[in-house]
């Protein structure tokens, strides 16, 4: 089994739609929870940064953290062609000294 | 993810041949991290230094991987006598201070091995 597992879609919606991405993982230890962003051939990019379990809003997202059931949520209100990436969970806590990544989920957004 | 400098962005190496990755972290980070991302496949992590010292490099093969972040200069990723099977996307990252530790850490855009 994988420490992470995340959908990797491809995952396709309507512009202005809410989007929901979802990981899972099975290590209790992991307290720090990150999503990134891919645009192709481009770096990671830091989106959302949360700690242990609750919610987090910054703009058109939201972190969610149920460390209960071991999953976590990035939402993505008003959906934009921009939003259109690769986006992957990360996570890190414990006596892990780095980040362990989920495999990412393709988001197309169609305008 | 500016800040974190890589090049070459770009590398074609035919195999058998040497590639070297170059990676200069944020300014004030001194915690560098590799992964490496193949066609469809999540980041994987490769190998965690910090200035002079390797702390863990349990992702990295055990043969041709090597890594280096020396006193002065950028950390290098070494690969030896490629072969097709390392053609990825390499990427490196950096953080003020050792994770948790309430830190996550910024990527560079990466280099692009195609070894023919």
């Known amino acids: 089994q994988k420490e992470v597992e995340q959908d990797p879609g491809p995952l396709s919606v309507p512009e202005g739609a809410i989007v929901s991405l979802n990981c899972t993982y099975s290590?209790?230890?992991?307290?720090?929870f990150m999503w990134y962003r891919q645009y192709s051939r481009k770096g990671p990019e830091l989106l959302m940064y949360?700690?242990?379990?609750g919610n987090k809003e910054d703009g058109r997202f939201t972190a969610q953290v149920d460390k209960s059931s071991k999953y976590i949520s990035l939402f993505i209100r008003d959906s934009q062609p921009s939003d259109s990436a690769t986006y992957l969970c990360?996570?890190?806590?414990?006596?892990?000294?780095?980040?362990?990544f989920g495999t990412g989920t393709l988001l197309a957004v169609q305008p | 993810n500016a800040g974190v400098m890589q090049n070459p962005r770009h590398l074609v190496r035919r195999r058998g041949q040497e590639a070297r990755l170059r990676c200069s972290p944020m300014?004030?980070?001194?915690?560098v991290y590799w992964y490496r991302q193949l066609p469809e496949e999540g980041l994987k992590f490769m190998v965690y230094?910090?200035?002079?010292?390797?702390?863990?490099e349990s992702g990295m093969p055990k043969e041709r991987f090597s890594a280096e972040f020396p006193k002065e200069g950028p950390s290098i990723l070494r690969i030896q006598q490629v072969v097709r099977g390392d053609s990825a996307a390499y990427f490196c990252?950096?953080?003020?201070?050792?994770?948790?530790?309430?830190?996550?850490?910024?990527f560079g855009e990466g280099s692009w091995l195609t070894v023919v």
């Open positions: 290590n209790s230890a992991f307290q720090y």
């Open positions: 230094l910090q200035k002079e010292n390797i702390i863990d």
């Open positions: 990360a996570m890190v806590g414990g006596a892990t000294n780095k980040l362990i």
């Open positions: 300014k004030g980070h001194s915690h």
């Open positions: 990252a950096s953080s003020p201070r050792e994770l948790p530790a309430g830190n996550t850490i910024y």
């Open positions: 949360t700690y242990s379990s």
